[in-house]
């Protein structure tokens, strides 16, 4: 049967605490700060006493309960570690420790990244329209009930749930080092087969191709964008005739190797997958189709996202940064790329498959991992946690 917590006040079990300093010129203040969804405090910048403009700073200790006032609303609750104790923060995070023996302040910390904790502080924090939003002010902080078992419950929760995030944290790091050892594989397979291949400029490999649309009022017409840094293809929501107006549009189709002339210097290229299909694009992307005897998509795709293919990608952008940095049609098309054998270009193709669907498993493990620790978080609060 599940244990019913009692319902404490945080005013009846918290204290607020004030250690202020006015600023020396002459010395260095670590200040901290909040980041958002729960995920506490850090260590955000250090300057002296005469960079900041605060007349006053407050000194945080290993073990206080932060937040910040202004983004209570999007979970900007913290504890104060080891590592930060001795830093600063401005007056807008108000400082609290446990009063008493009743309550571990990690466990209060745990309680604040729940959903239904944050639904109480959004609506103490609703402003007069949505785009608003007022302060969360400490009396409606000290106001709040938290259900609250034996310290020696709070406590056991507290490993409970550390435990599991720990393991999970290990696990995520394991997902890492086996994408990175994959990158590390592919990488050596591709210049294996690449390094010593002849080059032959883009036009003859893979050259531009324009499938122009006509537009009509009352069409519906399905972009395609594509991320920055060789993070594949999304699709954007339908925009009728009138909303597309005058912009000249393009068919897309799936195999075309795609580059963002705008982004393409920051690695904005892809190749169009099959549920892209029927899908198009601005005048501001570029489709290239490789000649199947030639090359491949996904093998020159892999080439422009090496770092050699980012410079000379970079080299036929001229410009500043941003969007001053314009891939030019005549200089992608002048770009050299190596081109072994098709059979060698297909060897690699079935690699990229292979380590795409692993990677594949990966996020989805990773998804799954995320998701477990606020599981276990919430199964906690509600007594189902077996001891």
């Known amino acids: 049967m599940k244990d019913v917590w009692p319902e404490v006040r945080l005013a009846d079990v918290l204290i607020q605490v004030s250690r202020p300093t006015t600023p020396d010129v002459s010395r260095s203040y670590r200040l901290l700060g909040i980041r958002l969804d729960g995920n506490g405090a850090f260590h955000r910048e250090t300057v002296t006493g005469a960079e900041t403009s605060a007349s006053r700073l407050f000194e945080v200790r290993d073990g206080d309960f932060i937040y910040s006032r202004l983004f209570a609303w999007r979970g900007a609750f913290g504890l104060v570690s080891a590592e930060l104790s001795g830093a600063h923060v401005s007056s807008e995070f108000p400082t609290f420790r446990a009063s008493d023996q009743r309550l571990d302040e990690r466990f209060l910390y745990l309680w604040f990244k729940l959903p239904?904790?944050?639904?109480?502080?959004?609506?103490e924090c609703s402003g007069s329209t949505p785009l608003t939003r007022n302060r969360f002010k400490e009396k409606f902080f000290l106001d709040l009930k938290i259900?609250?078992?034996?310290?020696?419950?709070?406590?056991?929760?507290?490993?409970?749930?550390?435990?599991?995030?720990?393991?999970?944290?290990?696990?995520?790091?394991?997902?890492?080092?086996?994408?990175?050892?994959?990158?590390?594989?592919?990488?050596?397979?591709?210049?294996?087969?690449?390094?010593?291949?002849?080059?032959?400029?883009?036009?003859?490999?893979?050259?531009?191709?324009?499938?122009?649309?006509?537009?009509?009022?009352?069409?519906?017409?399905?972009?395609?964008?594509?991320?920055?840094?060789?993070?594949?293809?999304?699709?954007?929501?339908?925009?009728?005739?009138?909303?597309?107006?005058?912009?000249?549009?393009?068919?897309?189709?799936?195999?075309?190797?795609?580059?963002?002339?705008?982004?393409?210097?920051?690695?904005?290229?892809?190749?169009?997958?099959?549920?892209?299909?029927?899908?198009?694009?601005?005048?501001?992307?570029?489709?290239?189709?490789?000649?199947?005897?030639?090359?491949?998509?996904?093998?020159?795709?892999?080439?422009f996202l090496t770092e050699q293919g980012l410079a000379l990608?970079?080299?036929?952008?001229?410009?500043?940064a941003g969007r001053n940095r314009t891939l030019g049609l005549e200089a992608l098309n002048k770009i050299e790329v190596p081109v072994p054998s098709i059979q060698q270009q297909q060897w690699f193709g079935k690699l990229l498959k292979v380590s795409s669907a692993q990677k594949h498993e990966r996020v989805s493990s990773t998804v799954a991992l995320d998701a477990l620790v606020p599981a276990v978080l919430h199964k906690a609060f509600s007594g189902s946690v077996q001891r």
């Open 116 to 123: 239904d904790t944050l639904k109480r502080v959004e609506a």
């Open 147 to 303: 259900p609250l078992p034996t310290i020696g419950e709070q406590r056991r929760i507290v490993e409970y749930i550390e435990t599991v995030a720990e393991k999970v944290e290990g696990a995520k790091t394991l997902a890492g080092e086996a994408d990175s050892a994959a990158r590390t594989l592919l990488s050596q397979a591709f210049w294996g087969i690449a390094r010593d291949a002849l080059r032959k400029p883009m036009s003859q490999v893979a050259p531009l191709v324009r499938r122009p649309i006509k537009v009509v009022p009352d069409g519906s017409y399905s972009e395609l964008g594509i991320r920055s840094f060789g993070k594949g293809t999304f699709h954007k929501r339908a925009l009728s005739g009138l909303e597309v107006g005058t912009k000249r549009i393009f068919a897309i189709n799936p195999g075309d190797l795609l580059f963002s002339n705008v982004f393409a210097w920051e690695g904005a290229i892809a190749v169009a997958r099959t549920e892209d299909a029927n899908r198009c694009g601005s005048h501001r992307f570029i489709s290239c189709l490789p000649y199947r005897e030639i090359a491949t998509a996904e093998y020159l795709c892999f080439f």
């Open 313 to 320: 990608i970079g080299e036929a952008s001229p410009g500043g």
